[in-house]
């Protein structure tokens, strides 16, 4: 192994190996902070419908849960990037007024946002029903409605029961991005096989990629297990914060 290839000037004459990885790594790191606001926001959303008195609410939240979480991934790309502007004009016309590199881009957010929002739903979903049902007839015998119910007292609580599942679900998603590369998005990964194709050291492009990834998941593992340390509710929640839901 030779690190001093990361250091050696791309084809191009436009800075070094080490300096397109970061490049890639910049989309990366926007790519999973906006797809995980999207995730959380919706997924939210979709575990509280699930667990609402409501049917329908309920129908639709696990009809939305099984069909991102049964169709792989890269097929959604494909779907998002290939198909849906052909089945829907007006997309077809935005997205030929965009430069490919920004449809690229919004297709990637929009993707794994709502891909993973199936998965931050379940975990909100099991948050909620791990609570004791009193807590929820407590709101009622306090005179609050469903939603400040949920929102006062229940998601609160379901929130610090979650955190090591969601810190899971982070780092999924920091890793999930490396499947933007097949739509052509420069991210990391799309990077790291450039460098390996251009140079042959495949193991030193894939050696630094695999660092740079650990060193991201573990920073977002580290993240999270601060905000639960933060946040445990003292004598209602075991484990400690070094957990990260692993």
Not at 96 to 123: K, M, N, W, Y
Not at 192 to 212: D, K, P, S, V
Not at 227 to 241: C, N, V
């Amino acid at each position: 192994m030779d690190p001093a290839i990361l250091f050696e000037q791309v084809p191009d004459g436009d800075g070094t190996w080490i300096m397109s990885l970061a490049s890639g790594l910049k989309y990366t790191l926007i790519i999973a902070a906006l797809a995980w606001i999207i995730a959380f926001l919706l997924g939210s959303i979709l575990g509280v419908m699930r667990t609402t008195e409501n049917k329908w609410a309920v129908r639709v939240g696990n009809a939305y849960v099984e069909l991102f979480r049964n169709i792989p991934l890269i097929v959604q790309f494909f779907v998002w990037y290939f198909v849906l502007p052909g089945l829907i004009p007006a997309v077809k016309t935005w997205v030929i007024s965009l430069d490919p590199t920004t449809h690229q881009f919004v297709t990637a957010v929009v993707c794994l946002g709502l891909f993973t929002a199936a998965r931050i739903s379940e975990q909100v979903r099991s948050g909620i029903q791990a609570l004791p049902r009193g807590q929820r007839m407590a709101g009622n015998a306090m005179g609050l409605t469903q939603a400040q119910t949920y929102r006062y007292i229940l998601l609160p609580v379901a929130y610090r029961i979650v955190i090591p599942p969601m810190t899971s679900e982070l780092m999924n998603l920091i890793k999930n991005t490396a499947v933007a590369f097949s739509i052509g998005l420069v991210e990391l990964f799309f990077r790291t096989r450039e460098m390996g194709e251009l140079t042959f050291r495949y193991f030193e492009a894939f050696a630094a990629a695999t660092l740079i990834y650990v060193v991201i998941a573990m920073i977002a593992n580290r993240a999270m297990a601060f905000i639960e340390k933060r946040t445990a509710i003292p004598g209602f929640i075991s484990g400690g914060a070094g957990g990260g839901g692993h």
